[in-house]
């Protein structure tokens, strides 16, 4: 299926496209507006951290304003919108998969994080003064170390696992039941069996077999993780795709229904409905309204 967006490399953000680097780190007010499209997708993961201002953020449809003593999150493949550049102060840490998973052998310590690759968890964190005061401590040193002519790889990347493991600490005591470590890796494994396979209508059964688990297995760990069935979350997986070629192309919405293996645009229309509250049609033209008329005019 061809990509509706561009993929952005953290080359492209620092108007270096051509430069492969894995780490960066910048301070609102010591950058330059990056020449990206307004409307994109990440190959990185993005943390914006603000001390004072008010921005807005959009991720797959859902609008978030980012306040002071706040982070927020951007991970690989979620549809990002940045509103016009405006006075900030904070920055922005960006990293790849590989250098955060520098020196392990296993993807899992990255899926061990809630608040990341998780289209189900929020990616606004507002934080108090001393929770803020501490991460900032965390983020001024990976800016020092970046800094340095001698700059060291394997330091960055600890104080980055401190960063992020103060995050979820944070995230952890705000929440009466703390994720299983174990369920959270599951759901990412399955979120990134859906990615690939969504297109293909394959049925909870087939993920639970490539999981290794029972069906009633994995619905458990959904539920634990979203609040939703698995059934449910591989159905908002081709809902937003449809939500997206909706927006973003001029197909009609038997078209879509085709590309993503609906058995008719009834039944399509039937399930986006049931999952948005809005026909296609409807929600075409209010997205197209909003989002391809603001890019004509941009």
């Known amino acids: 299926m061809k990509n509706l967006f561009p993929f952005y490399s953290i080359g492209h953000f620092i108007n270096k496209p051509t430069n492969r680097t894995e780490f960066e780190i910048m301070r609102f007010e010591e950058m330059e507006e990056p020449e990206v499209e307004e409307i994109h997708k990440h190959t990185f993961y993005e943390?914006?951290?603000?001390?004072?201002?008010?921005?807005?953020?959009?991720?797959?449809?859902?609008?978030?304003?980012?306040?002071?003593?706040?982070?927020?999150?951007?991970?690989?493949?979620?549809?990002?919108?940045?509103?016009?550049?405006?006075?900030?102060?904070?920055?922005?840490?960006?990293?790849?998969?590989?250098?955060?998973?520098?020196?392990?052998?296993?993807?899992?310590?990255?899926?061990?994080?809630?608040?990341?690759?998780?289209?189900?968890?929020?990616?606004?964190?507002?934080?108090?003064?001393?929770?803020?005061?501490?991460?900032?401590?965390?983020?001024?040193?990976?800016?020092?170390?970046?800094?340095?002519?001698?700059?060291?790889?394997?330091?960055?990347?600890?104080?980055?696992?401190?960063?992020?493991?103060?995050?979820?600490?944070?995230?952890?005591t705000k929440t009466d039941k703390i994720l299983s470590k174990k369920y959270l890796i599951i759901f990412k494994q399955f979120k990134n069996l859906i990615d690939k396979h969504f297109v293909e209508n394959k049925t909870t059964s087939y993920f639970a077999e490539q999981l290794h688990i029972t069906e009633h297995h994995l619905n458990l760990i959904t539920k634990e993780v979203t609040g939703k069935t698995a059934s449910a979350v591989i159905r908002a997986r081709s809902i937003l795709e449809a939500k997206r070629f909706l927006t973003f192309t001029d197909k009609t919405v038997s078209e879509i229904a085709f590309e993503l293996n609906y058995t008719d645009s009834s039944y399509f229309a039937k399930a986006f409905k049931k999952e948005t509250k809005l026909s296609p049609l409807a929600f075409k033209t209010e997205m197209s309204e909003k989002y391809r008329k603001k890019q004509v005019s941009s």
């Open 47 to 172: 943390i914006l951290w603000t001390e004072k201002g008010i921005s807005k953020q959009t991720i797959d449809y859902k609008e978030y304003e980012v306040l002071p003593n706040s982070l927020f999150f951007i991970s690989p493949n979620q549809v990002h919108q940045f509103e016009e550049w405006k006075p900030l102060k904070g920055g922005t840490i960006l990293f790849t998969e590989d250098f955060y998973l520098l020196n392990y052998y296993k993807k899992d310590k990255l899926f061990e994080l809630s608040f990341l690759d998780n289209f189900f968890a929020n990616p606004c964190i507002q934080l108090d003064k001393r929770n803020f005061a501490e991460i900032k401590q965390t983020i001024d040193l990976i800016s020092n170390e970046h800094k340095r002519t001698d700059r060291n790889q394997t330091i960055t990347q600890s104080l980055l696992h401190i960063l992020l493991t103060q995050v979820q600490r944070c995230i952890d």
